[in-house]
C-alpha cells in the first residue's frame, strides 16, 4: 500500500519546478494498485507536453522515491 502522505511529500519537492513554468500539480489520490492520480493546473492544464511531464517528470520521480507506485495518470482520464 501507498503512503499518500509520501506521495504528496514528493509531489511538494516537484511543484517548485512546475510553477517556475506557470504551471503546477494537485494530488487527488492513490489506489491500492498504486495508481496515483493528480490533476495538472495552470499552464500545464492545456499544455500539449502535459503528457511528457507526467510520464517523464511527476511518475519517475514518484516512482523513484515512493515504494509502491506503479503509474501516474491525470484526474481528466
Do not use: H, W, Y
Not at 3 to 15: G, K, M, S, W
Not at 25 to 37: A, H, L, M, Q, W
Not at 51 to 56: D, F, G, H, S
Amino acid at each position: 500500500m501507498v503512503d499518500q502522505n509520501d506521495v504528496i511529500a514528493v509531489l511538494e519537492l516537484i511543484r517548485p519546478s512546475l510553477q517556475a513554468d506557470g504551471g503546477d500539480v494537485k494530488f487527488i489520490s492513490v489506489d491500492e494498485d498504486g495508481v496515483v492520480t493528480v490533476e495538472l493546473q495552470g499552464a500545464c492544464k492545456g499544455c500539449p507536453m502535459s503528457q511528457m511531464t507526467l510520464a517523464n517528470g511527476v511518475e519517475r520521480i514518484l516512482k523513484e522515491r515512493v515504494p509502491g507506485v506503479t503509474r501516474v495518470v491525470p484526474a481528466d482520464m
